[in-house]
């Protein structure tokens, strides 16, 4: 677990917090041990938790920027398909295949064949 170091900090600080309080108020050191630990317990338990909605929430993030970056690259590998044939056909002479239900921008477009009269 990479983020283990969160967890800790998380608990340290709070057991140090509590350990200061208790230390400030004049508090006596059984009770002052006593508190100290739970509050270690208390703030071991909400890091492990605030770690694991961290962890969610960025296993989301990444699975939807992966599927995104997917699909722009799917997108990209149809367009240059399609130029790769239409590019080919050009080359052999050929009326270029009919386009489908894709609709390609007027700059990819091939001017229309002039008619010879």
Do not use: H, W
């Not at 998380?10 to 006596?28: D, E, S, W, Y």
């Not at 699975?63 to 130029?83: C, I, P, Y």
């Not at 044939?85 to 609709?103: C, F, K």
């Amino acid at each position: 677990m990479r983020d283990k170091p969160v967890v800790v900090v998380i608990t340290l600080l709070g057991g140090a917090i509590a350990a200061v309080m208790c230390l400030v108020n004049g508090m006596q050191l059984m009770t002052t041990l006593l508190i100290v630990l739970i509050s270690l317990i208390a703030f071991l338990i909400i890091g492990i938790v605030a770690n694991k909605i961290y962890a969610k929430i960025k296993d989301e993030l990444d699975s939807k920027l992966a599927r995104e970056r997917f699909q722009k690259e799917s997108e990209e590998f149809e367009r240059e398909k399609r130029e790769n044939e239409l590019a080919i056909a050009r080359e052999n002479g050929e009326r270029p295949p009919e386009a489908s239900d894709e609709t390609e921008p007027d700059y990819m477009q091939e001017p229309p064949l002039e008619s010879e009269e």
